[in-house]
């Protein structure tokens, strides 16, 4: 009996990583594994974190500036994104640190939405 063809790998979502000040931003796969995505997250925002969006986009920032002693630096470009794309921060928040940005499907996460990127093509972050 023939053996099945091989499969795709499963792959993970695609995500936005934007860093704070002029060091960039990049676009990345995450692991399929939910475990892996969640600590490939956990290792680019350097410690815990905390989801922000609305129904078709979430970005995952640092949940608590006292968990890093050196401090988080001002994320500008995440922080705009983020205000463009509808996101209402509490009265003085703004993004500090990595930012992570993924689609959302429901509540599963998914690949970056296109008008995500595209704003960050228009703004300059992502070139």
Known sequence: ???????AERQG????VIKPGDE??????LPADQLAAVIMVHDLIGGYFE???TPDWIA????DERQFPDGLAANLHADA??????????????????AVFMGRHGTDEADVPQRVLDLAHVAGVLT
């Open 13 to 16: 979502a695609l995500a936005l």
């Open 51 to 53: 989801p922000i969006g």
């Open 81 to 98: 994104l983020a205000r463009a794309l509808g996101w209402h921060w509490d009265h003085g928040d703004y993004a500090k640190g990595v």
């Open 24 to 29: 960039g931003a990049a676009l990345i796969r």
């Open 1 to 7: 009996m023939p053996h099945p063809p091989p499969q």
């Open 60 to 63: 995952y920032v640092a949940e």
